[in-house]
């Protein structure tokens, strides 16, 4: 299943048309899920479309796409004469550049440039929250070897939370793209208020099981709203061990979704 989205189902079935360089009339479309206007941006969804070609425009697209074999040279072809010495073979072989070995990292310096991140990017949410208008202090709770958990205290929690995590899931992501630029990319950053990331784990335990008996009750499948990848991991998590349904991830960034169907 491939599916493609856009504001409307013909941008979206438009999108899979331009990816897979072909016509309408080539493949077959299933919407997914229809687009939603929402109120005020609120609750606005892009439409999902399968976009998939026939068989008979599949097999063309990959003949086209096979790159061409050289016909093998005969023996009548073959140049007569004596073959070259080995040694005259060996001496016409360009040499093979060696590569040069990678300088060891020192780990009292990696320790160093690890910390001087971790400092950093507590400064780097500081301005930004400051300029969103939220007075919030932040603190760094834990600081494991991958990863480290960075707590807000504010009066403005659900302001800063936004509505469904979407604001202080942007301010982790962009936490974590400070780490990745500043020589600290194995080290995770978990941004929390209040909380939140404990009862969205819950929330979402919930709904991976409760979707899960629909799924199993209907025998369709069941595509929920799209998700930051960590909270995809922790449906997929769930449901992992569960026989009766099974479970992956549908679309592209930032429109990717959990899809729960019948196992």
Same mark, same amino acid.
């Given at each position: +299943?491939? =599916?493609?989205?856009?504001?409307?189902?013909?941008?979206? =079935?438009?999108?899979?048309?331009?990816?897979?360089?072909?016509?309408?009339?080539?493949? %077959?479309?299933k919407v997914v899920t229809a687009p939603r206007k929402g109120w005020l941006g609120i609750g606005r969804r892009d439409a999902m479309v399968d976009v998939t070609l026939k068989p008979v425009a599949k097999e063309i697209a990959e003949e086209q796409a096979a790159p061409a074999k050289s016909a093998p040279h005969?023996?009548?072809?073959q140049p007569k004469g004596k073959p070259a010495p080995v040694a005259a073979q060996?001496?016409?072989?360009?040499?093979?550049? %060696?590569?040069?070995?990678?300088?060891?990292?020192?780990?009292?310096?990696?320790?160093?440039?690890?910390?001087?991140?971790?400092?950093?990017?507590?400064?780097?949410?500081?301005t930004i929250v400051e300029q969103l208008g939220i007075d919030a202090t932040l603190e760094v709770e834990s600081t494991a070897h991958r990863q480290i958990h960075l707590s807000f205290t504010t009066d403005k929690e659900g302001l800063l939370i936004g509505k469904h995590g979407r604001t202080i899931n942007a301010l982790q992501s962009l936490a974590q793209l400070y780490l990745n630029h500043h020589g600290a990319a194995h080290v995770d950053a978990v941004l929390d208020v209040a909380g939140y990331r404990e009862r969205r784990t819950i929330t979402l335990?919930?709904?991976?099981?409760?979707?899960?008996?629909? @799924? %199993?009750?209907?025998?369709?499948?069941?595509?929920?709203?799209? +998700?930051?990848?960590?909270?995809?991991?922790? =449906?997929?998590?769930?449901?992992?061990?569960?026989?009766? %349904?099974?479970?992956?991830?549908?679309?592209?960034?930032?429109?990717?979704? @959990? @899809? =729960?169907?019948?196992?």
């Amino acid at each position: +299943m491939t =599916i493609y989205t856009g504001k409307t189902e013909e941008a979206a =079935i438009a999108a899979g048309l331009t990816a897979l360089n072909t016509s309408r009339d080539q493949v %077959v479309t299933k919407v997914v899920t229809a687009p939603r206007k929402g109120w005020l941006g609120i609750g606005r969804r892009d439409a999902m479309v399968d976009v998939t070609l026939k068989p008979v425009a599949k097999e063309i697209a990959e003949e086209q796409a096979a790159p061409a074999k050289s016909a093998p040279h005969s023996a009548a072809t073959q140049p007569k004469g004596k073959p070259a010495p080995v040694a005259a073979q060996k001496a016409a072989a360009p040499a093979q550049p %060696v590569a040069p070995e990678p300088a060891p990292v020192d780990p009292a310096k990696r320790r160093q440039q690890r910390q001087a991140a971790i400092d950093g990017v507590q400064d780097y949410l500081a301005t930004i929250v400051e300029q969103l208008g939220i007075d919030a202090t932040l603190e760094v709770e834990s600081t494991a070897h991958r990863q480290i958990h960075l707590s807000f205290t504010t009066d403005k929690e659900g302001l800063l939370i936004g509505k469904h995590g979407r604001t202080i899931n942007a301010l982790q992501s962009l936490a974590q793209l400070y780490l990745n630029h500043h020589g600290a990319a194995h080290v995770d950053a978990v941004l929390d208020v209040a909380g939140y990331r404990e009862r969205r784990t819950i929330t979402l335990s919930r709904l991976a099981e409760n979707t899960a008996r629909e @799924v %199993v009750a209907t025998g369709k499948p069941i595509y929920l709203d799209p +998700m930051p990848s960590f909270e995809r991991k922790q =449906i997929h998590a769930v449901l992992a061990k569960n026989r009766y %349904v099974t479970t992956y991830s549908a679309g592209k960034e930032p429109h990717r979704a @959990v @899809v =729960i169907e019948p196992a």
